[in-house]
């Protein structure tokens, strides 16, 4: 039998690889849907994809989306620590001791002008941020913006943001002055602006267009609160549409865990700041970054420190500082635990309510505090727990929103300092429309014009008006006077017509 040729066999090779069989295909693997409710499954949720069949390809798209940006673990965790820590029996309350306690009476004038060193010192050495709790809409004022673009109608017309930056740039220049012998250099204060999902763009906006209010672009920084998802009472999701969940903000107390998600406690420490101004937006007549109120905290080496004020009578619906437990941290108790003996209790010794420091969001902590609480409250992931109506696919339903407050890192301070400020100097809140008995734009603006009047009186100006003084006044810009200081340059012998602004 001859031999087959080379080319016979390179054509047999041929044949031979023309009918080998394709390899095998991959394994199936799962759809990214099929994975997710293998996940949720874990966690009870799964309902989320009940509505999956109906779903057009972009709704399937936007729910897996969703469901996948989710961190499950912690959410399933703050839902069980949160649920499972309602009805449970808290430690018994107590009025906070007197020695906590720097009240208004009891301040000399030596030691205000030993804090207001204190504190512009340690501004001038770059040592303070401060932190804007700057979630909200205006909607209870009729807006749709951001609750700090809103303008109550001062003569100036400005808006809460502009009056608080210049109230910062205000106190840049102080500091600068007040350390004038030292080294010349500029002195900035960085702003740490928490927004929310439904303010940050618009809020951004509105700092850009205006140039930032004459502060630097690179010493304003937006972040985000973060957003939960709505709950039924029993802890499942409620789905607002058959493609995405009903959220809600996780309450101004999400300001801790925002701060170290974006690394901003990081950034703080970076720059040398040491301690952290923290306040709400809304009100007109926030001392932001006040020196007095640094130096009294320096001073005391508190870890955490408040601004309070005293409630105007027992039954006022204002939450108020409490010692909880025998000996126990200082926090905040809402008024409804407060029942009529004990909110009407009087301190035999001082004559005040025994519980009368009001809470007014207006707070100091250290840097090194506010890494300790962030981790503290994620560790035990407890949040309050608010019955609302939901949004969901079948109309609004009685569900559950998830969220911290500000006062909820007080239990974690091993010490908490209260500074005593009057309502008529520091507090001008604005909450609702006019037309409501309190806390609206008009009650916010007399008291600016009100205290700025006193200020201008004080300083050796008159006015004159058309109509009656207490429903007018004077404005004087943040630039010209933090608190009514130096004011008499501008004032002494001058007279003014009200309303107006009095301005650089």
């Not at 608010?386 to 998830?402: D, M, T």
């Not at 009047?453 to 004159?464: D, E, K, P, S, Y």
């Amino acid at each position: 039998m001859e031999e087959p040729t080379t080319e016979e066999i390179e054509i047999r090779t041929a044949d031979v690889t023309t009918k080998t069989l394709p390899p095998p295909p991959p394994p199936r693997t799962a759809s990214p849907h099929q994975e997710l409710v293998e996940r949720l499954k874990d966690y009870g949720q799964e309902d989320v994809f009940a509505l999956w069949e109906e779903l057009s390809p972009e709704e399937r798209h936007l729910l897996v989306t969703e469901i996948e940006n989710l961190d499950l673990p912690r959410i399933d965790r703050i839902i069980r620590c949160s649920l499972n820590s309602q009805g449970l029996p808290a430690a018994a309350i107590e009025a906070p001791p007197e020695s906590c306690v720097s009240t208004v009476e009891g301040r000399r004038k030596e030691d205000k002008e030993k804090w207001w060193k204190m504190g512009l010192k340690a501004i001038y050495e770059g040592k303070l941020g401060v932190v804007l709790l700057s979630g909200g809409q205006g909607t209870r004022l009729g807006s749709s913006d951001p609750k700090g673009c809103f303008n109550i109608g001062l003569p100036s017309g400005k808006s809460l943001f502009q009056i608080q930056a210049e109230r910062i740039l205000c106190v840049q220049r102080l500091a600068a002055q007040a350390m004038g012998e030292g080294p010349t250099r500029s002195v900035v204060i960085q702003w740490y602006i928490m927004t929310s999902p439904f303010t940050h763009e618009p809020t951004q906006k509105f700092f850009e267009s205006r140039k930032y209010f004459g502060l630097e672009p690179d010493q304003v920084t937006f972040f985000q609160q973060g957003t939960l998802p709505c709950i039924t009472k029993d802890g499942k999701f409620i789905m607002e549409t058959p493609f995405s969940l009903a959220k809600a903000p996780d309450g101004n107390g999400g300001v801790y865990a925002a701060l170290k998600y974006s690394r901003l406690l990081e950034d703080m420490a970076s720059r040398g700041i040491k301690y952290v101004d923290c306040y709400g937006v809304d009100n007109v007549l926030v001392r932001v970054a006040d020196p007095t109120f640094l130096g009294y905290f320096i001073d005391k080496g508190a870890a955490s420190a408040a601004k309070v004020v005293r409630k105007a009578y027992p039954q006022e619906k204002v939450g108020v500082f409490v010692r909880r437990g025998k000996g126990g941290p200082l926090t905040v108790v809402e008024y409804t635990e407060l029942d009529e003996s004990m909110a009407s209790a009087t301190n035999q010794q001082t004559g005040r309510l025994q519980y009368c420091w009001s809470n007014v969001c207006l707070h100091m902590f250290t840097l090194d505090f506010l890494n300790q609480v962030a981790n503290g409250l994620e560790k035990d992931s407890i949040y309050h727990v608010a019955e609302k109506k939901i949004p969901s696919i079948n109309g609004f339903i009685e569900g559950v929103k998830l969220e911290q407050f500000i006062f909820d890192s007080f239990p974690y301070a091993p010490s908490t300092a209260l500074f005593e400020v009057l309502r008529e100097e520091e507090f001008a809140p604005v909450k609702n429309a006019n037309g409501s008995s309190f806390d609206t734009p008009e009650s916010a603006r007399l008291l600016v014009l009100r205290l700025h009047t006193r200020w201008v009186i004080a300083a050796g100006g008159f006015l004159t008006h058309s109509v009656p003084l207490y429903a007018t006044g004077v404005e004087v810009s943040p630039l010209c006077s933090y608190a009514g200081e130096n004011l008499e340059a501008i004032c002494r012998g001058r007279t003014f017509h009200a309303p107006c602004e009095i301005s650089l």
